[in-house]
């Protein structure tokens, strides 16, 4: 005997006539029960994919000056994002990214250990056990967190480890080029400092804006895609410093020791509360420099060839894949900035030496 369909197929006419039709479908018990969804164990594999999760509450954040909306399940998100990127305003062009956060209730509370992290190509994963990751795909920017309520709970772990990690990694994928560098800037011209973790790159930003420059970002700053000039963005808001720095700069003495994002012990400030005259978020790049804090008595700028900077920040990038081919591209437009390295020991000497540098661009 032949096998029979679940489903019969009819064709009904739409006029009088009888020459137009609709297709109308006689559907099976079976083919109700999945479209409807199916039996209860069914429905609950599906429930504990955590797919359908509803997520009411939303807002929009300006993150590097750049739209993004946040959309939960929980209010608390939404106030840690205010603490995370409250403090900028739209300035550039809408992203029209969209990062989804979905709160379970329970959890340990145990401290969590940071996320382990996993790249191929433009995925993307941040995992910390079964039930607090986040997955995200970096080249249609779509991203989902799914966290457990007592991980919310602890705000400053939130923030770091999750909430930021992913708004700058889309950003990043999508507008922006990291770059693992601080900016300053006098008379308008900005300059990059590049340099291995504990050549200074902070200190010096900070002695630099105490001693009248503009401060843009004390170790990271973002390259705009596609202008004709390099320009970077940075958290011109707050600088974070190494808890050494209270032994050069007594006004941080009383203030508290944070985690940052990587793990690593740090003291975060906002710039309003720090003698720094002036602070700019943007910043146009006139001129690069590698700092190498070294046992001299002088401070020495050496020209480094053409390209160099451009060479270099292709080697530090972290993407992968397209992600990673458009990255490098992008980082060409560093080669043509006049580049440095900044032979060093003391601040002070450090700073004359910048002096000088961006007086023959005035």
């Known amino acids: 005997m032949a096998s029979v369909d679940s489903s019969i197929q009819l064709r009904t006419p739409l006029s009088a006539a009888g020459n137009e039709y609709e297709d109308v479908t006689t559907t099976s018990v079976h083919e109700k029960k ?13 429930a504990a994919l955590l797919a359908d999760m509803n997520l009411p509450l939303r807002q929009t954040f300006y993150p590097l000056g750049f739209a993004v909306e946040i959309l939960t399940n929980n209010v608390d998100v939404l106030h840690a994002a205010a603490e995370s990127f409250g403090h900028r305003r739209l300035c550039r062009g809408n992203t029209a990214l969209r990062v989804r956060v979905g709160i379970t209730e329970g959890g340990t509370s145990e401290c969590l250990s940071e996320p382990v992290r996993r790249e191929y190509s433009h995925l993307y994963s941040l995992v910390v056990d079964a039930e607090n990751q ?56 900005g300059i990059l400092l590049f340099g291995d973790s504990g050549a200074g790159k902070s200190t010096l930003a900070y002695a630099c804006a105490r001693d009248g420059w503009t401060y843009t970002s004390d170790d990271t700053c973002y390259l705009i895609n596609k202008l004709k000039q390099p320009r970077v963005i940075g958290h011109s808001h707050r600088v974070r410093f190494r808890p050494a720095a209270k032994e050069f700069f007594p006004e941080l003495e009383h203030c508290a020791i944070t985690p940052r994002m990587e793990g690593k012990p740090s003291i975060e400030v906002p710039t309003s509360k720090l003698p720094i005259l002036e602070a700019s978020a943007e910043a146009s790049v006139h001129a690069i420099v590698y700092l190498n804090r070294i046992a001299t008595s002088t401070a020495t700028l050496i020209r480094l060839p053409a390209g160099t900077a451009a060479l270099r920040s292709r080697q530090e990038l972290f993407s992968a894949g397209e992600i990673r081919e458009k990255h490098e591209k992008i980082l060409e437009i560093l080669s043509p900035v006049p580049t440095y390295e900044l032979q060093y020991s003391g601040v002070a000497n450090a700073i004359q030496q910048l002096d000088l540098l961006v007086q023959d661009f005035v």
């Open 34 to 46: 999945r479209l409807t969804g199916g039996s209860a164990k069914h429905q609950e594999l599906r």
């Open 134 to 189: 986040a997955l995200l795909d970096l080249k249609t920017c779509v991203s989902f967190l799914w966290l457990t309520q007592s991980s919310l709970r602890n705000r400053l772990y939130f923030r770091y480890n999750f909430l930021e990690k992913v708004v700058y990694l889309l950003l990043g994928a999508s507008v922006v080029t990291d770059l693992h560098a601080a900016c300053v800037s006098k008379y308008g011209k």
